[in-house]
């Protein structure tokens, strides 16, 4: 491999503009050809997308291209949820029981200018807006791209290609459609769909609720939740069933029946959301799906990479977080294999695919702990126990949370393993009344509490492995 390989990505979102940065800064030549208007200059993302929390793992990435001070500058922390009730109280659950562990409330938009930014300062950076892939020969390494100011249709033919086009890739779509080898794809939707809504500043342009936490409103078959933005505002997020339950997207239709829902189910949301019939109506559904596939190479000319070989739904909040881990992973093994693509592919994939299938699995998990759990008296003593164990022990006990979200160096597959066999630890001896969750135990309590959950937490992960689960 040479510097003067042509690498041609498509598309220009949060993982395509960070691999590109990336790809730049180590001197390769690089054509990025993205769908949509420039949204530095065009707004594209209202009412569209979730707003986005950015963690660690996504951090030590943005570190890797130089940009981890500049995306700090765009963030708002957030360090524990608060969880609404349908009376209106409130109760805190904090992320972590470490000091200075939060996740940031962060603009899909802001961030993703910023690395546009950061790449167009690349003189071997070229970024092509309002030009559609419509098709990528494979076996030639061609993309075919129609522009949509012109009606142009032409082709491009580099040295290596990287799908980064999110859930609805093109070359993936390639890799099913021309069969030149056996490819493993699946595509499985929630049975929910999302709608985003707002809550504008006050007068002064200040949050009305708190800006340190992300809101939830958890009711069971559905949920809300809000994450605040820099101009006062919140994104607020609506996740609700297409056709089941009581309400559902079908069947709220008028704008009596959708303010009856959220007067009997979200009333101080509700108080806080002026413009809701015009937002619920006008605003998509979106749609909330995980994609698994593979292989995400096809010999030594093509990868996909971030959402477009692993899209994941939000409720973990590291569907971005993921996406920017591949390029750091991909990153590390272009260092030690830089020589050999085909090499620097396959081994990234060994590498990858099994932390990206654990993050898929644990968002659909996380969805069903926010919409049913967060309340749960069960629930809130374990992660009562969690923070208490951390407080007093921060090197030695990383609850799941804090293993997904705040610590980069274990992988998502690790964290999965070890983080489900310590909730289930927990959970057994809380309610089999063999540990307190008492509050203001002492250091010598909480120290036999972590050796009850670490010797439990071991035998069960030693069960699981006899049992071919591992």
Known sequence: MTKQDKILIVGAGLCGSLLALRLAQRGYK????????????????????????????????LRLAGVEEQAKALCIPMYGRLIHDIEGNTF?????????????????????????????????VNIHFNTKCTRIDIENTVAHF??????????????IIFGADGAGSILRKSYELERKFLFSYSQDYLTHGYKELEIPADKLGNHQISKDHLHIWPRGEYML????????????TLFLSYEEGKFNFENLTTEEEVTHFFETQFPDALALIPNIKDEFFNNPTGALGTVKCSPWMYKNKTLIIGDAAHAIVPFYGQGMNASFEDVAVFDGVLERFEDDWEQIFKTYQQERKKDTDAIADLAVDNYYEMRDHVANPLFKQKRKLEM??????PESYYSKYSMVTFNEDIGYNEAMKKGRAQDKALLNLIADAEVSTSENMSAQELEIV???VNHETKEILTEDKIAGLK
Do not use: C, M, W
């Open 388 to 393: 208490d164990l951390e407080e007093k022990f």
């Open 450 to 452: 972590l050796n009850k």
């Open 92 to 124: 805190a659950s904090n992320y972590s029981g470490r000091t200075g562990e939060y996740i940031n409330s962060v603009s899909r938009q802001d961030l993703n200018a910023l690395l546009l930014d950061e790449a167009e300062k690349h003189e071997n």
């Open 225 to 236: 939740i809000a994450l605040p933005n820099l101009d006062g505002s919140f994104t607020v």
């Open 146 to 159: 129609k522009s949509y100011k012109t009606d142009e249709e032409f082709s491009v033919n580099p040295d």
């Open 30 to 61: 690089i054509e990025v050809y993205e769908s949509r208007p420039d949204l530095r200059k065009v707004d594209i993302s209202a009412g569209r997308s979730i707003n986005l929390a950015l963690s660690d793992r996504g951090l030590k990435s």
